[in-house]
């Protein structure tokens, strides 16, 4: 699905949260200075966190109201460079689409 004017702030800043909370370490945001024990700290202690997923539940209440739905899926891929690597695919769709969950073992 297209951004329009409407959905492509939050587009934005609902991808920019995942990437943050996918590559932890490598990238910060504005949550991080909640963190009482600073910007890389891992859980529990990474405060920074509760603030962070509120923001990205309103991002999606937003994107949904404004007629986008989010499809994510992951995958892991056995030829990673480094080992298995985890992929994560994250789908803007109209917000009409059903939700179906699939696991395939491996």
């Known amino acids: 699905m297209d951004p329009s004017a409407a959905t492509a702030r939050e587009m934005q800043q609902l991808l920019y949260i995942v990437r943050r909370i996918v590559e932890r370490g490598n990238v910060t945001d504005e949550f991080d200075i909640d963190n009482a024990t600073g910007g890389y700290a891992l859980h529990p202690d990474n405060f920074g966190s509760i603030t962070r997923l509120a923001r990205l539940q309103e991002l999606l209440d937003a994107l949904l109201v404004g007629g986008v739905g989010i499809l994510a899926g992951s995958y892991y ?7 298995p690597q985890q992929i994560l695919y994250i789908h ?7 939700e179906k969950v699939i696991s395939v073992p491996f």
């Open 92 to 98: 803007f769709v109209p917000s009409g689409v059903g």
């Open 77 to 83: 891929d056995r030829e990673g460079l480094k080992g």
